[in-house]
């Protein structure tokens, strides 16, 4: 049973073409990450949501943005693709912020593709 | 700052050999530490997780990891490899407060016949 349900798993933008990549979970978890991953690197969180409590990485480059509608859903916005954001972005689900004790689920990942 | 360092960027090992991955910390507390695959293409699985406790722990598909402190270290063995473990495997760590992940740099595992 899915999970973590992350489409589409292959997406191809163009250049400063506004793109959105959703994220839904199963699990009734109240936090919701995103990470990039570029090639042969490791995943990079970009921000997280807390229930509906937005939270950005000091470093994550305003061209991207997040909407959580609810509890199920969480979408990552791309404004203006360029070339450099072409990676896998990942999308991950937590129970809590209990500390770290709480296991972050994964899902498939989207394979972004900017032209 | 906290950090993950996985010192061995590629490793190849005979199916049926036994396999170790170093992974080594750097945080002043004790860290929660975790061992993820990813096969290509694909998103993160996680393999087990350390928070407190006996500093062995078993986690899926046969993958045990080892915590020590005194070497900052958390590597994962498994006894005997098999083809379908030729994947990439990253550690990381989280922070006590926010539980953002710290990955290492991974490594890429391929298992030879």
């Known amino acids: 049973d899915a999970m973590v349900i992350q489409n589409p798993r292959y997406q191809v933008t163009q250049f400063g073409k506004p793109v959105t990549l959703s994220c839904s979970q199963t699990?009734?978890?109240?936090?919701m990450y995103w990470y990039q991953q570029k090639s042969s690197q490791a995943p990079k969180l970009l921000f997280h949501?807390?229930?509906?409590?937005?939270?950005n990485e000091a470093d994550t480059p305003d061209n991207f943005q997040s909407r959580r509608p609810n509890t199920s859903f969480c979408f990552l916005d791309i404004r203006s693709p360029g070339l450099g954001d072409a990676a896998m972005y990942l999308c991950?689900?937590?129970?809590?912020?209990?500390?770290?004790?709480?296991?972050?689920?994964f899902g498939p990942g989207t394979r972004l593709t900017v032209l | 700052a906290q950090s993950v360092t996985q010192p061995d960027i590629h490793i190849t090992v005979s199916e049926g050999a036994s396999l170790e991955l170093r992974c080594n910390y750097s945080?002043?507390?004790?860290?929660?530490l975790f061992w993820y695959v990813q096969s290509p293409g694909q998103g993160l699985q996680l393999l087990l997780k350390?928070?407190?406790?006996?500093?062995l722990v078993q986690g899926i598909k046969g993958f045990e990891a080892e915590f020590k402190r005194s070497q900052s270290s958390f590597n994962l063995r498994k006894p005997s490899v098999h083809w379908s473990d030729a994947a990439e495997y990253f550690c990381?760590?989280?922070?006590?407060?926010?539980?953002?992940?710290?990955f290492g740099q991974g490594t890429t595992l391929q298992v030879k016949p």
């Open positions: 991950a689900t937590s129970r809590d912020l209990a500390g770290a004790k709480d296991t972050q689920y």
């Open positions: 699990l009734n978890h109240n936090v």
């Open positions: 949501y807390y229930d509906k409590d937005f939270n």
């Open positions: 945080y002043g507390a004790t860290p929660y």
């Open positions: 350390y928070f407190s406790g006996d500093t």
């Open positions: 990381a760590s989280a922070s006590g407060n926010t539980g953002k992940l710290i």
